[in-house]
């Protein structure tokens, strides 16, 4: 006997309109589990991760405005990266495997590195000046064994051109990253933000930080700088990329240092603003911050001055540090001094 035919329900008609519900409940439903990866993932990328340090390390030093991390083995002439002090923490400059600069000194013959971890400043710390933060840094060069090859990151590099000026014997050699020493040059939005800005409202945003510059009060400050890029379309590369591995990984790893700053003491805070940055002050002989101008003209040797384009947000999924140091070498063989005349950052040799 023949077994009847079965006739699939959908193909008639009749059941058409039952079909299509069915169809977009299984889609809402992939809609909604969509939606809700997004949302865990938005509130994973702004609170819950925290910037950890990509290269195991060994801390030499816990000081109170840093702590020093050992990077390698002892022997030579130790490197010393000075790391950004303007809000966000030392993982720049450890940031991800492939992805770091102390990574690319070991791996290229630069067999100790040291890193000065700035810490998150306390309301006992408000009062402490740029004086203070140069006082520890020569701590951890003599900790260091007294002559280090110095690497200024950012905020760091006018500090290590300070201690090469002041200093100069326990300076072996200098590379300036990023470093707004000469913050006349070029135009970009930090500078007309500086020098628009009455010296009032950095005072009030101490002021309303306890005495510190909270970093919360900074990551406002740089996110309205590029409001569409940060309150849209990060939103909307995110919700496309919600599916792709890759991408969320790399989000997660920038936002987990970029979305943690780090508060600064708000005296530390005025003096960079109103004598280094605003240049308000006649450069003194014992006045470090006031003195800063006058630094980016002096020839120290042996020197290698780096001109470094910012890095914008729609670049940060590609974010790359190894050519930080393209050669490593430089750093010991060096000789010519040069005019440290930087602004912003891009990996471009001043010559």
Not at 44 to 59: I, W, Y
Not at 261 to 289: C, E, F, H, M
Request: some cysteine; aromatic content about 8%; charged content about 20%.
């Amino acid at each position: 006997m023949t077994e009847p035919e079965t006739t699939f329900l959908p193909s008639v008609p009749a059941f058409w309109p039952m079909a299509m519900a069915a169809t977009m409940l299984e889609r809402g439903t992939e809609l909604y589990a969509r939606n809700l990866k997004f949302v865990e993932e938005e509130i994973k990328l702004h609170g819950e991760l925290k910037p950890t340090l990509a290269t195991p390390n060994r801390v030499r030093l816990d000081l109170r405005t840093m702590v020093l991390r050992d990077y390698g083995t002892p022997g030579g002439i130790p490197t010393l990266i000075d790391a950004p002090h303007a809000g966000h923490t030392a993982v720049i400059a450890d940031y991800y495997q492939g992805q770091s600069l102390v990574q690319t000194l070991l791996a290229n013959g630069i067999g100790h590195v040291a890193l000065t971890d700035w810490k998150s400043a306390t309301a006992d710390m408000k009062d402490l000046e740029v004086d203070n933060y140069l006082a520890e840094i020569t701590v951890a060069i003599d900790d260091l064994g007294g002559r280090v090859n110095l690497v200024g990151l950012c905020q760091g590099g006018w500090m290590s051109a300070m201690i090469a000026a002041r200093f100069p014997d326990k300076v072996n050699s200098l590379v300036l990253a990023g470093a707004p020493i000469d913050t006349d040059a070029g135009n970009g939005s930090i500078k007309q933000m500086v020098h628009q800005s009455p010296a009032s409202f950095y005072e009030e945003l101490v002021a309303l930080g306890g005495g510190l510059m909270k970093g919360k009060f900074m990551l406002q400050g740089w996110k309205n700088m590029h409001p569409g890029q940060h309150y849209v379309q990060d939103h909307v590369e995110l919700y496309e990329h919600i599916d792709d591995p890759a991408y969320l990984a790399k989000e997660e790893t920038f936002d987990s240092w970029y979305e943690n700053p780090i508060d600064l003491p708000g005296r530390w805070y005025l003096q960079v603003i109103n004598q280094i940055l605003r240049k308000t002050a006649s450069p003194k002989a014992n006045s470090s911050a006031s003195a800063a101008s006058s630094i980016c003209t002096t020839s120290l040797a042996p020197p290698i001055c780096w001109r470094v384009r910012p890095m914008t947000s729609r670049h940060r999924s590609r974010f790359s540090m190894p050519q930080n140091i393209s050669g490593p070498q430089r750093i010991a063989s060096s000789r010519k001094p040069c005019r440290a005349a930087i602004s912003g950052c891009s990996w471009e040799q001043i010559r």
